[in-house]
């Protein structure tokens, strides 16, 4: 018996009126894995393979703004969000490319705060450059959906009012003025998400927001994803989208989102 098969079998079945969520996965930097304290990089050659994982069973990779619309109009089958976080210039060399080779599509969450900076927050990692403005908007042009991590990486449950209004407001003003498109989404750093954060984001105007955990604040603006590593190879991914459900199950009718019932319809 496959090991999918055998572990399915074990996972307990929900309620029929609990809708499985969107599986979405999280990335970060895709470049050389030799110095990796906080786990947050996989390599080209792992990263293709993934790829590949999705492409041989029939899945295909997309932005979060094209997943949550595909939900809504119950199109959704099949479909994967794919985000990547903080803005590392290395998405353009590294990931672009395989990303158009398989024709998928992905979420780049950015910082207009840091561009052309580093990431100064991870004090005990190796510095990696940031994306530059004029590379933002190569990559929205690429077909990539742009959205924001805030305006320099700060966790917005400990920040003031006025910080969190720019880490919001301003962020998504200023990607807008970059790109010349609306920047819908918004991924809350370190994944820390509350109430009041959640409704600062709402009133900056997203469309909707990722988290990483959020447990009782699961809905539109703070969907669940799927940390996915360097350590992932294809039965690691195939148990985590098999667990996903269980983890993060949640009644669908509880999360309305302006693109429709956006948390439910998992692939």
């Known amino acids: ?7 399915r079998r074990l996972l307990p079945k929900p309620p029929l009126w609990v809708k499985p969520p969107l599986w979405v996965a999280m990335y970060h930097s895709i470049t050389d894995t030799a110095d990796d304290p906080y786990r947050v990089t996989v390599s080209p050659v792992r990263f293709a393979r993934q790829l590949h994982w999705l492409g041989d069973r029939g899945l295909r990779g997309v932005s979060v703004r094209e997943l949550l619309a595909a939900t809504t109009e119950g199109r959704a089958k099949g479909l994967v969000g794919l985000t990547f976080d903080d803005g590392y210039a290395d998405f353009l060399d590294s990931a672009l490319p395989l990303l158009r080779r398989h024709g998928f599509t992905a979420t780049v969450y950015v910082l207009p705060g840091r561009l052309g900076g580093e990431n100064a927050w991870d004090t005990a990692g190796p510095r990696k450059s940031l994306l530059s403005e004029d590379q933002i908007v190569r990559i929205a042009e690429a077909g990539m959906e742009i959205g924001s991590h805030g305006l320099t990486h700060v966790a917005l449950p400990e920040v003031d009012d006025a910080v969190l209004a720019a880490e919001t407001r301003e962020s998504r003003v200023l990607l807008e003025d970059m ?89």
């Open 1 to 7: 018996m496959p090991a999918a098969t055998a572990l």
């Open 179 to 267: 790109t010349g498109g609306p920047v819908d989404g918004f991924c809350y750093p370190y994944g820390k998400v509350d109430p009041r954060a959640i409704h600062a984001v709402r009133k900056a105007g997203y469309r909707y927001a990722c988290a990483i955990d959020p447990g009782p604040h699961t809905g539109a603006y703070a969907l669940p994803r799927v940390h996915i590593g360097e350590d992932d190879t294809s039965w690691r991914l195939t148990a985590k989208r098999l667990l996903h459900p269980v983890r993060r199950r949640h009644p669908a009718d509880l999360f309305p989102t302006p693109y429709g019932p956006a948390v439910v319809g998992a692939p």
